[in-house]
Structures are given as C-alpha cells and as structure tokens.
DNA sequence: CGACTTTACTTGAAAAATGTAAGGAAGGGG
DNA sequence: CCCCTTCCTTACATTTTTCAAGTAAAGTCG
C-alpha cells in the first residue's frame, strides 16, 4: 500500500471503468504493473468490488431519507418487515445504543414515505431525517 | 428505461467493470447491443459514474461513525473545518431542520475520533452514532 | 561475500474486447 | 403503402488484455 496504490484507489474511484493502460499512464506505470497491481489489491480484499453511481431521481427516485430508528421490543420484526420493502432500502446500519439502526432510504414522493412510515410505525420507533443536499 | 436496463443497472452495480460482452450475455444481448444501451443511459444522466468499493478497515479507517450535526449560529465555521479533515470525511448531508447536517466519517481508531470530535465541538453541536454493523 | 529468492516491473506476441460501419426487422405516422 | 426511427445484429479494423519470458533491484542466508 504505497503511494502509487493510493492513486490507483484515487483513479479508480473517479472512474472505475477505466482502461488498464489509461490507469497505467495516469499512475506512471505500464498497463500490466497497473493491472498487476489492481490483482493484487482485489486479492488482498482492499478492493472489493466495482459499482455504478446512479442518478436516483432520474430512476424516480428523488426522495433521499435517513431514519434512526428505536427499537425497544424484539428487533425481528422490523429486520423482517424492511426486507420486504427491497426497492426503497438504501442500507440499514447497526448502530451504537441499544435497538438503534441509521436506516438510509429513497422513495418517488413524500406519499411513499408517508405510507412507509405507517408501517413502520408498527415495529420500531423513528426520527425522520429528509436530505435536502450532499 | 424497461426491463433490460433495469437489467444492466443492476448487474453493473455488482461489477461496473464487467466486458460489454459479458453484459450482454447476461442480459441476452450481444455485446455491441448491451454497450449502446449503457452508452445511452450514461447520456441521459441516469449512469453518473463508475467507482470501487474499497475496504476501509483495511485502508486504515476501521472505525465508522455517523454524526447529527445543529448548528444555531452561522455554518460557515463547520463547513470550512470539514473541508480540513478531508480524509475522515465520507459524506455531509444536509438534512430537514433548521442548520442540520448529517455527516458520514471514519476513523483510524476512537482515540480519533475523540480528537476529531473535539474539534467539532467549537463550530457545532452533535450526537455521535458508530456503525457497528451493515 | 556470493548464490538464491522474491518482488516489481518491462517487453512482445497471442487472444479477447471494443468501436465503427452497414444493414435488417419491427413499429409508428403521414 | 412508404418513410422514418429505434433497436438490434454482423463483420471487420483497432485497441486492450492476457500470457509468457525476461530484467533489475532488494532481501536472505550460508
């Protein structure tokens, strides 16, 4: 983990689709030491894999929330319930204190949050967090 | 935006770096077809980018903490202080309510972010959450 | 010191993927 | 019916990747 591979994770961050050979010129290396080196960090599980950035209000998603959410009761049926709601889940984190979750959503109107929240209201308790900018 | 786009979206965000070829196997295409959608949709805004996902216990920042940021004075203060710690900072959203952030960091240890949050504590006020778990 | 190994890189050729261009089929509108 | 657009395919030239040697520097150990 020198210099160099920090560039490559800098490069490769930016655009991770990116030619070998570019990424070579970037980081002053040939294709190969570039792509020997990007083996080797993907081996070593610093590199765990490659995603796509996508616009979610252009996938009708405009509506970006967190919620902390406060569980007294057994926490299953809540894990259980935002299962089920697969397309609106960004990611649920665990967090410190006891029953607590930072739960990251996205929804195509505050309708949608509105019926959400309904439901959830039946397993956990919430504070609603609406992100208005990044 | 049908179903073969949902399609690709989804298999990118697993491996943004998979070949066009492979794309459009998966997606019962030939490669040239899958390529020209992807091209498509990187036009019309839906695809913004590319990046990797990188271990960042293993680049040094084991620690994972989510801070709920209010302000009562001017933000100014806050917002030039994040822009120092640049390699702690993962995200700084602005959320509903009056001078509200929610701000995404990681740490090398607690012993850093202790130092970190005392420096937070002359531009705002907050209440610290560690991610425990995804 | 000297022989051996390891690591990181380069080079060149073969194999694979990409980009380009031309063309065909399906669907819509005048 | 004809024309146009969209979406896809095929074929081929170009670029990239992969594979196989090979070099050079640095570390190891008798």
Same mark, same amino acid.
């Given at each position: 983990?020198?210099?160099?591979?920090?560039?490559?994770?800098?490069?490769?961050?930016? &655009?991770?689709?990116?030619?070998?050979?570019?990424?070579?010129?970037?980081?002053?290396?040939?294709?190969?030491?570039?792509?020997?080196?990007?083996?080797?960090?993907?081996? &070593?599980?610093?590199?765990?894999?490659?995603?796509? &950035?996508?616009?979610?209000?252009?996938?009708?998603?405009?509506?970006?929330?967190?919620?902390?959410?406060?569980?007294?009761?057994?926490?299953?049926?809540?894990?259980?319930?935002?299962?089920?709601?697969?397309?609106?889940?960004?990611? &649920?984190?665990?967090?410190?204190?006891?029953?607590?979750?930072?739960?990251?959503?996205?929804?195509?109107?505050?309708?949608?949050?509105?019926?959400?929240?309904?439901?959830?209201?039946?397993?956990?308790?919430?504070?609603?967090?609406?992100?208005?900018?990044?």
């Amino acid at each position: 983990m020198d210099r160099t591979d920090h560039h490559i994770l800098n490069e490769l961050s930016q &655009n991770s689709r990116i030619t070998m050979k570019e990424l070579g010129e970037k980081v002053h290396l040939t294709g190969q030491a570039a792509s020997d080196r990007v083996a080797k960090l993907e081996e &070593n599980g610093v590199i765990e894999g490659y995603s796509v &950035n996508v616009n979610n209000a252009k996938m009708g998603y405009p509506v970006h929330v967190f919620l902390h959410i406060i569980i007294h009761t057994a926490h299953k049926p809540y894990l259980s319930f935002i299962e089920t709601q697969q397309p609106y889940i960004m990611n &649920n984190y665990r967090i410190s204190g006891d029953g607590c979750y930072l739960l990251e959503c996205k929804f195509p109107s505050h309708e949608y949050v509105d019926t959400f929240l309904k439901s959830l209201q039946e397993h956990a308790n919430y504070k609603l967090s609406i992100v208005i900018n990044k």
